[in-house]
């Protein structure tokens, strides 16, 4: 069966280094892929896609990795702060033509520690 | 910035009541989705349309969920009888045609005593 996985133990890490989050998939060929920021009480918010063609992509302090061989995306924050403290959520969308049924990992909850 | 709007935040309902969740999505975003979000199942895909028409709704248990858009302006999901395990936060979602990324509501917090 379709699977995506995110470390379910959450990540502290100190202020100013660079946080790193993975997300594994197994049983799906996805068309593109999207990390997700989500804060307690309220919903997700959305922060970067990647498509299946795309090795990487940046948006200022964030780089998404995207690796179809090992079925596996890498999600970086470098320079943290305590305001990135939030769980993260990877989320996969089929690549089954003109369908945008997104599934979603369970999230990796981040601590960026001052 | 636009939003996604959801009614009500919070709904505490007795077993066997009806509950009716709403959604306004983002003007000019063509694709709704409603998102159910647990502590043990994570975010499970309830249902989704695409211009108001239902594409998926194999996430539903359908004897009891239906999920409607009457105009482009709103969604709705009902559920009927409500059940206790059917406590969880409900999500609506909105995306564009442009496919990058969806937006979002605040989510209605379900409780079902």
């Known amino acids: 069966s379709q699977k995506i996985e995110q470390n379910s133990e959450a990540l502290n890490i100190q202020e100013g280094k660079t946080a790193t989050l993975t997300c594994n998939y197994t049983?799906?060929?996805?068309?593109?892929l999207q990390w997700y920021r989500q804060d307690p009480g309220r919903g997700p918010v959305f922060l970067l896609l990647i498509r299946e063609n795309e090795k990487e992509k940046r948006k200022e302090r964030l780089k998404v990795t995207f690796d179809t061989t090992l079925k596996q995306s890498l999600f970086h924050i470098t320079a943290s702060q305590p305001a990135d403290s939030a769980t993260y959520l990877c989320a996969l969308a089929p690549n089954s033509g003109g369908y945008q049924k997104v599934t979603f990992g369970t999230g990796t909850k981040l601590q960026v520690i001052p | 910035d636009a939003r996604v709007t959801q009614t009500p935040r919070h709904k505490v309902t007795e077993m066997g009541q009806e509950v009716t969740m709403r959604c306004q999505p983002i003007?000019?975003?063509?694709?709704v989705f409603w998102y159910r979000q647990t502590m043990m199942q994570g975010l499970e895909l309830l249902a989704y349309f695409r211009n108001r028409a239902p594409l998926d709704d194999s996430g539903m248990p359908k004897d009891r969920f239906s999920a409607e858009m009457p105009d482009a302006t709103l969604a709705t999901l009902k559920i009927q009888p409500s059940e206790p395990r059917d406590s969880a936060v409900y999500f609506c979602a909105s995306g564009s045609p442009s496919g990058n990324g969806y937006t979002f509501g605040s989510g209605t917090r379900l409780t079902v005593v």
């Open positions: 003007l000019g975003h063509n694709t």
């Open positions: 049983n799906y060929s996805p068309a593109y």
